[in-house]
Every structure is written in C-alpha cells, then in structure tokens.
C-alpha cells in the first residue's frame, strides 16, 4: 500500500474543504431583515409585518408572544409573515424565527410592544443629546443626560446610506435608553419619545434615519419622481450625472491601464514582526480618488467637460467643477437617501413620522418654490410604501438663521403640507439662533411635535398648536387678524412685535399691533388703507422680537396675508 505523503493529504483536505464551502454557498440560511434586533420595539394595536430572506421554497415561521405565523419563500428568496395586532408590553420576550432546511432558529431577544415612531430628516434631526465637538448638544444636557433612565424607550439609528438602487440592508441597531447611552440619540428623537412614554406609560421606539444637508427629493422613490412631471427633472438629473460618471470613470481607468506609470523603485524591506498595512478595497470610505469616487481612479480634469452639474443648495454658491464626484454619494440628488436608508426599513409597523428638514434645497428660486410640492410628494410615497393608510406625518417648521436657507418662504411652503391629512407642523419660530443653523435648544420642538401626536393620535386634550393666520379684515385704517388655535392670545412682553403692514403700493412698513380679544389688530399712520400684513416674514425673524402666543404659550406660526411676488436677495440661483 502505498501511504500518501503529509503534503498529499494536506492538497486533499484543502480540496475537500473547498468543494464543501462551494455546497454550503449554495444554501442560505434564514434570515430577518435589518430592524429586527435585540431590544426592538414592536407596534401594537395594528398588523406588524416580519420579513427576511431564505432558500427559495424554504418553510418559515415566525413565533411570538403566543402566535405563531408561516410563510415560504419565494423563488427570490424572500418571505414575510404579519403578526396580528398586538398589545402593549414591556415585558421582555423573544421572537423566534425557524426555517425548515436551516438548523438552528433566529432568536431576537428583549422584544417589547408599544408605540413606534420614524424620525428623518436632516442634521436637526441627526445631532445627538450630548455635544460633540461644534455639534449637537441640547441646553438641558447637563441635567437631562443623568437622569435619562428608560430602559423602554430604544431608538434604532440607521447608518448614513446613499445608494443610486434601491438596498434592502441599512446598518443600525436598537439602543436602550440610559444615562451611558442617551448621549448619542438623535435629540429630537430622543426628546419626542421621552415626552409622549411620560403620557401613554408605554414601550416607545424611535427608528431614526436621517442624514445631514440632504434635500427632500433624495428620500422619495424613483417611481413618485418619474411620475410626477414637476419632479421628473432631478431624476432626469440624476440619471445623466450617473450616465456621465460612469463612462468618464470608466476611460480614465482605460486611459491608465494604456499609460501606466514608471515603475517605482523598490522600497526597502519591512522588518519582520512589522504590521503589513492593508490597502483600502474599491469603494472603500478614504479611497475618493481626487472626488472621482469612492476607491475609484482620479478624474483627470479634462473629462469634466459638459459634465452635467451637480444640484446646489440655495446658499452655496457655484464652483468650478475640477472633478466629478459620485452623484449617488451626494445628499441633494434625487432618490439616494429613500434608497439607501428608508427601503430598507418599509414596512416595519409604526404609527407615524416626524421631520425636520428644510435647510437644504436645490433649484434656485424654482426650487424653492417647488418645496411644498416636493414634501407633499414624499408623505404620499412614503404612505402609499408603508400601506398603513394616512399614518401621521409631523414636520418642524424651521426656525430663523441670519442665511438665506432659513427664510420666510421656506416656511410658507412647509405649511402646505398641512393641506394633507393627518399632519402638524411644530413651529419653532422662537428657539433659532442668528448664526447657527444648528440650534441647541431643542427641548421646545421635542415638546411640541409630542403635543401633536399626544393630541390627535392619542387623544389628550391639550392645545397642539400656535395661533395660525385664519382671515383678515380691513377697518378702516387698521386691519384686524383673526387665528385658528387662538385662545388666550397673549405678547411676551410689553408689546406685540414682529408685525408689518402695506397697502396697495406694497410697501410694508412696521406697524402696531394689538391684542383684542382672540384677534391682532395692527395698523400704522404710514398706511391709511390696509392691503396686507405679515408677521415673522424674515430670515431670523427672532430678531424682530416676535412674541405672540397663545394661553398655551405656543408661539403664532409665520404668515403673510399677500400673495404678491418679490426678489429674494441672497438665492443662489443655481
């Protein structure tokens, strides 16, 4: 007989080890899709989808809290079961998840039951609790961090993902809330849950997905855009910014494969115990390649001849275009963040949304009158993907900045989504800072976007808003204002400010104003015939000394009663 040497039967192994891994490949094991982890919070009261993948025509079934639901996957691989609806629990319970060519079953562990929430948005929405570096941070940090002990509040934070396709996989996981780990929150997220778990003594689970300076087109759907005709321009845009990266990446790779460099000289040995450095793999973060890509080749500056240019927002200005960057890595191009960040989460069962946004648009004066249509767009496509119905959609108007990104008419059109139903508006008019697009007090916005859903979700009976402009009539030389949510109209101080009065030359001028009743009358001896009257129209409005509230010290919402056109000074007209 004749024995196989050592390094015969070490060939083997290896052999029969691969031809093994190559079979095991071919079999997927069950598994569930990104927000189903340890410490989630489920939705009651309501149908709560569970969905992963497997070997296609595997046997699946998904256990919890005394259900148990089947399922086989489809010939892509993908299954989904729905719980009934569920009761409120804080009880710690696991779900399980077998699949029957997988061996061993999925166990997620400390489930809870109660209300979730999705928080998106830009960076408002992002900055954390506690301030890192020039960022983030709320007033109240020094006191709030300590005694943040709600070990059933969790808020599951989805990585920043851009994508030009649709991913089913974000990174992020579910975090218990307490004084170790509230620093890194979202905020406003964190303040929101806290607020509304203090009322209904229930599980609260925030899914924050959120990313800094992104405008509102990059988080809806390619479908709502290419069929929307006002909104088919930035996928348009998109898609030949794609077209042109693609190609110009492609012929500088060719062009330096045709043209590579002088060989280097060698350089010297490592030592032997010396730590070989790896080099970053193609698409890899770091690799930008000259902003040609992540771990792409540089674009030579040549190629960037009719590139189509990259949308701007309002207050950047233009520069020249050296290099084209990847459009599916840029946060103002349409689609990248739905795909990357909201795709992946539809349809975890949730009772609404909350968003802040708005700092950030594209277009020019188009754009930005655009804006409304946009944000209605992106609440329909989110609740048609959802399939929960007209699920509660609560915005945060913005506050005032001493910068074009922050003015009035951002905030008119942040009001038009009110048009649809089942949404609120938090306004924050009376909490921004001049030079800061970021600002720390966050504790009122959290406050009132909770007295929204408190109120019209779950229904407290507690005043949810400001006054909101309702009518104007003109008395002879005054004009008297009357409000929605207007009860116990009152001026922080010792007179209203903030109001501005034309007639039909259109030129406002500052006016007098007086609370009467559940109305403002305003005037001026400058205008002997009233037309119009605004109130907080400004970019930091703040600085005006706006002080109306109601008993409920909510501040008015930002108004005008014209309609009448006027330049905007500052617009990058991009």
Request: hydrophobic share 40%.
């Amino acid at each position: 007989m004749i024995t196989p040497s050592p390094k015969f039967v070490f060939v083997q192994s290896l052999a029969l080890a691969g031809l093994a891994l190559g079979a095991a490949s071919l079999h997927a094991d069950v598994k569930l899709a990104v927000p189903f982890q340890d410490h989630m919070v489920l939705q009651r009261e309501m149908k709560v989808p569970v969905w992963g993948t497997a070997d296609a025509g595997e046997n699946i079934t998904v256990e919890f809290a005394g259900q148990k639901k089947t399922a086989t996957a489809d010939d892509k691989g993908a299954w989904r079961v729905n719980l009934d609806a569920l009761t409120a629990s804080a009880e710690s319970r696991a779900l399980t998840v077998s699949g029957s060519k997988t061996a061993a079953p999925l166990k997620v562990d400390d489930v809870l039951v109660g209300e979730v929430w999705l928080a998106s948005g830009q960076s408002n929405m992002v900055f954390p609790v506690q301030k890192s570096g020039p960022y983030g941070g709320i007033v109240e940090q020094d006191a709030e961090i300590p005694t943040a002990n709600y070990p059933t509040l969790r808020m599951f934070t989805a990585s920043d993902t851009k994508n030009y396709q649709p991913q089913t996989t974000v990174r992020g996981s579910w975090v218990v809330c307490t004084p170790e780990t509230v620093g890194s929150f979202s905020a406003i997220g964190y303040l929101f849950g806290r607020d509304i778990q203090k009322v209904l003594k229930v599980p609260v689970g925030i899914l924050t997905s959120a990313s800094g300076a992104s405008c509102a087109e990059a988080w809806i759907s390619r479908e709502t855009m290419a069929g929307d005709p006002q909104l088919k321009p930035y996928l348009d845009l998109l898609d030949a910014s794609m077209s042109y990266y693609t190609k110009a990446m492609a012929d500088a790779a060719a062009k330096a494969a045709a043209n590579p460099p002088p060989a280097a000289t060698p350089a010297p040995a490592a030592p032997a115990d010396a730590t070989a450095a790896t080099p970053p793999a193609a698409g890899a973060r770091g690799g930008r390649g000259g902003r040609g890509g992540r771990g792409g080749p540089a674009l030579p500056p040549e190629v960037v001849a009719g590139a189509p240019l990259h949308p701007t927002p309002i207050n950047k200005p233009r520069t020249a275009v050296n290099n084209l960057s990847n459009p599916q890595s840029d946060q103002h191009f349409a689609t990248v963040l739905f795909n990357g960040m909201i795709n992946p989460l539809v349809p975890y069962a949730m009772r609404g949304a909350i968003w802040y946004q708005g700092e950030s648009i594209a277009g020019g004066t188009p754009g930005l009158n655009l804006y409304g249509h946009i944000m209605q767009a992106l609440v329909k496509d989110w609740r048609g993907r959802w399939g929960e119905g007209n699920f509660p959609f609560y915005l945060v108007q913005l506050p005032g900045q001493e910068n074009i990104s922050n003015n009035p008419i951002i905030r008119e059109q942040q009001q038009t989504v009110l048009a649809l139903p089942n949404t609120g508006m938090a306004v924050t008019i009376d909490t921004g800072e001049a030079r800061n697009v970021h600002p720390v007090n966050k504790t009122p916005t959290g406050d009132r976007l909770a007295r929204l859903a408190l109120a019209n979700v779950y229904g407290q009976k507690i005043e949810f808003s400001g006054p909101i402009y309702d009518s104007l009539k003109v008395e002879g030389s005054a004009a008297r204002i009357k409000f929605t949510h207007g009860a116990g109209l009152m001026a922080k101080g010792d007179t209203l400010k903030g109001f501005q009065i034309a007639g039909a030359d259109q030129k406002f001028v500052d006016a007098v104003a007086k609370i009467d009743g559940d109305t403002v009358v305003v005037s001026s001896p400058d205008v002997a015939t009233p037309v119009a009257v605004r109130y907080a129209w400004a970019n930091f409005p703040e600085g005006m000394g706006v002080n109306l509230y109601n008993k409920d010290d909510l501040p008015a919402a930002p108004f005008r009663t014209d309609k009448w056109d006027y330049p905007i000074a500052g617009i990058v007209e991009n």
